[in-house]
């Protein structure tokens, strides 16, 4: 565990990055993805359907 005078190296991140940029709308559960290839590949695993 770090103390508070130690630093990470450069580049390292402590969290995750968010999915705020999630905009693209599953029709058929609502769940938001960022882009058409991730709303493709959710169809295809969470709904059985290939486009």
């Keep these: 565990m770090e103390t508070a005078t130690e630093k990470r190296p450069a580049g390292t991140r ?28 959710h169809i295809a695993q969470a709904h059985g359907e290939a486009k």
């Design 14 to 41: 402590t969290q995750k990055r968010s999915r705020s940029g999630a905009h693209t709308p599953c029709p058929h559960c609502g769940k938001q993805l960022r882009g058409a290839k991730g709303l493709d590949a």
